[in-house]
């Protein structure tokens, strides 16, 4: 009777560390899992918010990226060849960084253009939609139709090589793409050919 005693005594007190074991070593990382799904759950539903339809039909240009180094307006010039009087907004993004067609329509223009580098236009009704300083292996071409919130391309790097008539240049004197101090989305809107200011229509 002893000895059976003595076994369920140790028994328990197995079952006791090993507990404890899991308790200390192996919670926290159950829970961080749990958290780490929690975030990329809250991910998606920020991304699904930034490409909702805004009252005037328009949806953000680059999901994700929010913060603008230039807006629309008079400023003072950023580097040589930029507007003193900025057309668009500036939205600092990682070379790479894919953008969207805010709103369904064709685009009619894809090459570079001056200070906005390689340049994509989308057009519908009487507007039109400029992206510049973008990766110069467009994914559209003109003529295409697309659709609002398919992917048109990507944020280009600073530096481009091998552009016939470029006068852009860094302080290194390496060529840029088009008037610019580091990869960004310059995103325009004209109506009528008139510049508008983005923000108002979002």
Request: hydrophobic share 35%; charged share 15%.
């Amino acid at each position: 009777m002893i000895i059976i005693y003595k076994y369920l005594l140790r028994f328990f007190i197995v079952q006791i560390i090993l507990v404890l074991f899991i308790s200390i070593f192996f919670t926290p990382i159950i829970l961080g899992e749990s958290n780490q799904l929690i975030e990329s759950k809250t991910e998606i539903e920020n991304l699904e918010e930034l490409i909702t339809l805004n009252p005037n039909g328009l949806i953000w240009p680059i999901p994700g990226y929010t913060r603008i180094s230039s807006p629309f307006g008079k400023r003072v010039s950023p580097t040589t060849g930029a507007s003193s009087y900025h057309s668009g907004i500036d939205i600092p993004a990682p070379p790479g960084t894919k953008f969207i067609a805010a709103h369904d329509g064709t685009i009619t223009f894809r090459q570079f253009l001056g200070a906005g580098g390689y340049t994509i236009t989308l057009s519908f009704d009487d507007y039109k939609i400029s992206y510049c300083h973008c990766d110069p292996n467009f994914i559209v071409e003109v003529g295409q139709e697309v659709k609002q919130g398919q992917v048109i391309g990507q944020v280009g790097p600073k530096n481009v090589y091998g552009v016939p008539g470029n006068i852009y240049f860094d302080d290194n004197g390496n060529p840029t793409n088009g008037a610019t101090t580091g990869p960004h989305l310059h995103f325009g809107i004209r109506k009528d050919g008139e510049y508008q200011n983005p923000l108002d229509f979002y």
